[in-house]
């Protein structure tokens, strides 16, 4: 049995510990800024895709119409839902980076500092 599945040696409570940081303004803070990211990135990538679907399904004409040799557009946002992926991928570390692992690290040093 691991520690956390009982208890500490020093009689502390783990999980009491944890409830208090989930609880703490810092932890609050760092669930806010993930959620204000990642769920209007999510809701835009699925209506880009979405987009994509329907055009594939419902407009015909327009998804086969050549650009260059046989590459049509209906290939060209295919290719741009790779692309999209990388893009939305590369914000988010930068996002991470800037606004969520400072905050992190601000958790884990409380954290480690109380546990010392």
């Known amino acids: 049995m691991s520690t956390t599945d009982q208890g500490l040696d020093d009689g502390t409570n783990p999980d009491a510990d944890w409830k208090q940081v989930q609880d703490s303004p810092e932890f609050r803070q ?3 800024r993930l959620r204000s990211f990642v769920f209007p990135m999510t809701v835009l990538f699925l209506a880009w895709y979405l987009v994509y ?3 594939a399904d419902y407009a015909h004409g327009f998804m086969s119409t050549k650009l260059a040799g046989n590459f049509n557009v209906g290939l060209l946002i295919g290719l ?5 992926t ?7 570390v930068r996002y991470a980076n800037r606004k ?3 905050v992190a690290d601000q958790i884990r040093t409380k954290i480690e500092g109380d546990a010392a």
């Open 30 to 32: 760092l669930r806010h």
């Open 80 to 84: 741009l839902q790779f692309v999209s």
């Open 86 to 92: 990388f893009v939305i991928t590369g914000l988010y």
């Open 53 to 55: 679907v329907l055009l």
């Open 100 to 102: 969520l692992d400072p």
